[in-house]
């Protein structure tokens, strides 16, 4: 996965991407990251790249040209990549939405400033407009960093136990369960006894359990989507009841 980043901030996206397991993708040539500052083709030599809103306002907004200009000098022979402007006027991201995007070769990120972004330049070159979530951050770098995250971990390779992005929370619609590691006993909390059992059958079962109670508590709400078969559904029933 190649991904690309426009931002007057590019420094944030490299410590935040080269500090973790990216980083370490990127070194191994799974991933990889370049960053386009889009203050180097503001329109003059002060670097400005923001200017007043038409119709009045407060704040500026980020002109069109120097994004439009750092576009296409980082596209090269692509004629029409992929690129997610992140914003809180955008579809919320999702696993199901990482998924697809880990399936592109290639992605490209606008991170916005200020108020806002001309309109223009987005309609040009966005082909989405994505949000992390209902409340506004001070610009896209955050989210875009969440997002190159979150897809980094769907591209195989990138995790070293292909098996660790399975299991968890959301890929099959429920929470996941606890986890527990040494030592057996913490300040006066035993680990479950059943997952010292060695009885893999059980311990599925309790993980399953676990998950469902997790949900129904926390976030009821992804119960209505997730793949349940009849002993989930008893589960749950039961739980319900109690
Ligand atoms: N930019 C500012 N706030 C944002 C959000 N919640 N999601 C994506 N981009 C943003």
Same mark, same amino acid.
């Given at each position: 996965m190649?991904f690309?980043v426009?931002s007057l901030?590019?420094?944030?996206?490299?410590?935040g991407?080269n500090?973790?397991?990216?980083?370490?993708?990127a070194?191994?040539?799974?991933l990889s990251?370049?960053?386009?500052?889009?203050? %180097?083709y503001a329109? %003059?030599? /002060?670097?400005?790249?923001?200017?007043?809103p038409?119709?009045g306002?407060?704040?500026?907004v980020?002109?069109a040209p120097?994004?439009y200009?750092?576009?296409?000098?980082?596209?090269?022979?692509?004629p029409?990549?992929?690129l997610? /402007?992140l914003?809180?006027?955008?579809r919320v991201f999702n696993?199901a939405?990482?998924?697809?995007l880990?399936r592109?070769e290639e992605?490209?990120?606008l991170?916005g400033h200020y108020?806002g972004?001309?309109?223009?330049?987005?309609?040009?070159?966005?082909t989405d407009?994505?949000?992390?979530g %209902?409340?506004?951050?001070?610009?896209?770098?955050?989210?875009?960093?969440?997002l190159?995250?979150?897809?980094s971990?769907?591209?195989?390779?990138?995790?070293?136990?292909?098996d660790?992005?399975r299991g968890e929370?959301?890929m099959?619609?429920?929470?996941?369960?606890p986890?527990?590691?040494r030592?057996?006993?913490?300040?006066?909390?035993?680990v479950?006894?059943?997952l010292?059992?060695g009885?893999?059958?059980?311990?599925?079962?309790?993980r399953?359990e676990?998950?469902?109670?997790?949900?129904?508590?926390?976030?009821?709400?992804l119960l209505?989507?997730?793949?349940?078969n009849?002993?989930?559904?008893?589960?749950l029933e039961?739980l319900?009841k109690?």
């Amino acid at each position: 996965m190649r991904f690309t980043v426009l931002s007057l901030f590019p420094e944030l996206i490299e410590q935040g991407f080269n500090s973790s397991i990216t980083g370490r993708a990127a070194e191994k040539g799974i991933l990889s990251l370049r960053c386009i500052n889009i203050r %180097d083709y503001a329109s %003059d030599a /002060y670097g400005h790249v923001d200017d007043y809103p038409y119709g009045g306002g407060a704040g500026m907004v980020m002109q069109a040209p120097p994004i439009y200009r750092a576009y296409e000098a980082a596209r090269g022979e692509n004629p029409r990549p992929r690129l997610i /402007y992140l914003t809180p006027q955008g579809r919320v991201f999702n696993q199901a939405l990482a998924q697809e995007l880990a399936r592109e070769e290639e992605l490209y990120f606008l991170c916005g400033h200020y108020e806002g972004v001309d309109e223009r330049v987005l309609e040009e070159i966005a082909t989405d407009r994505i949000s992390i979530g %209902d409340y506004v951050l001070t610009g896209g770098e955050l989210p875009a960093l969440v997002l190159m995250d979150a897809i980094s971990r769907m591209v195989p390779g990138v995790l070293g136990n292909e098996d660790s992005s399975r299991g968890e929370s959301f890929m099959d619609g429920l929470l996941e369960h606890p986890h527990y590691t040494r030592p057996e006993v913490f300040m006066g909390r035993p680990v479950p006894e059943i997952l010292r059992s060695g009885h893999h059958a059980n311990i599925e079962r309790y993980r399953r359990e676990e998950s469902l109670r997790r949900t129904l508590e926390i976030r009821p709400d992804l119960l209505e989507k997730a793949e349940l078969n009849q002993a989930d559904l008893s589960f749950l029933e039961k739980l319900q009841k109690a």
